[in-house]
């Protein structure tokens, strides 16, 4: 298994709203990223996990909890999102060291 | 800290043509690059990469690019291109370690035109 998978394609919720988004990787690799992607920009780092630990966190709001339950699964629990936090939510995994990082197809989130 | 320039926002070839998106980098020390592509709401695929050695680096979709350390520049370069290619191109640089914090380049946004 040579991909990494996220569910679900599409999201929509609203401010009080508690949801998570999931991202799974069975390629036996250490590293695990979320990124957010605004409409015609480039994707930006929000959290890194590395061999199950918190590695980098960006400054991102707490409405945004990451979690890494075990080393193929990383989740993204939201809640009490804005409006201005809708994008294209991405997920990347990587060997780490030399190598390049594996993304999935993204969350589309629309927060109303 | 490190950094990407895309000058080229938007760039249109005719189907058939050859192509060439610019990128020029920021970092210290030797950097690890990247170009990746990105079809509309989807996610990122990686086309190549250059860590070191032969600095021409071929990749998938019949895509190269080629690391110039003198004009820190990592251009990619196709002799002929497909409508199909028509898509977003992000370059990247990152550093080493056990993960790495990848920088992306701002897009290239590529138009083919019949």
């Known amino acids: 298994d040579t991909e990494v998978t996220q569910t679900p394609k599409h999201l929509v919720m609203g401010m009080t709203n508690k949801k998570s988004l999931k991202c799974e990787q069975h390629?036996?690799?250490?590293?695990m990223y979320w990124y957010k992607q605004k409409a015609k920009k480039p994707p930006e780092l929000m959290f890194v996990y590395s061999y199950e630990k918190l590695s980098i966190n960006e400054s991102v709001p707490s409405r945004f909890s990451p979690e890494c339950p075990n080393s193929s699964l990383l989740n993204l629990h939201l809640h009490a999102l804005q409006p201005e936090d809708s994008a294209l939510y991405l997920c990347a995994s990587s060997p780490g060291g030399y190598n390049e990082q594996f993304f999935g197809p993204g969350t589309r989130l629309t927060v109303l | 800290a490190q950094s990407v320039t895309q000058p080229d926002i938007h760039i249109t070839v005719s189907e058939g043509a050859s192509l060439e998106l610019r990128c020029n980098y920021s970092y210290g020390a030797t950097p690890y690059l990247f170009w990746y592509v990105q079809s509309p709401g989807q996610g990122l695929q990686l086309l190549l990469k250059?860590?070191?050695?032969?600095?021409l680096v071929q990749g998938i979709k019949g895509f190269e690019a080629e690391f110039k350390r003198s004009q820190s520049s990592f251009n990619l370069r196709k002799p002929s291109v497909h409508w199909s290619d028509a898509a977003e191109y992000f370059c990247?640089?990152?550093?080493?370690?056990?993960?790495?914090?990848?920088?992306f380049g701002i897009g290239t946004k590529l138009q083919v035109i019949p």
């Open positions: 390629m036996g690799h250490r590293a």
């Open positions: 990247a640089v990152a550093r080493s370690g056990g993960y790495q914090k990848v920088t």
């Open positions: 250059y860590f070191s050695g032969d600095t």
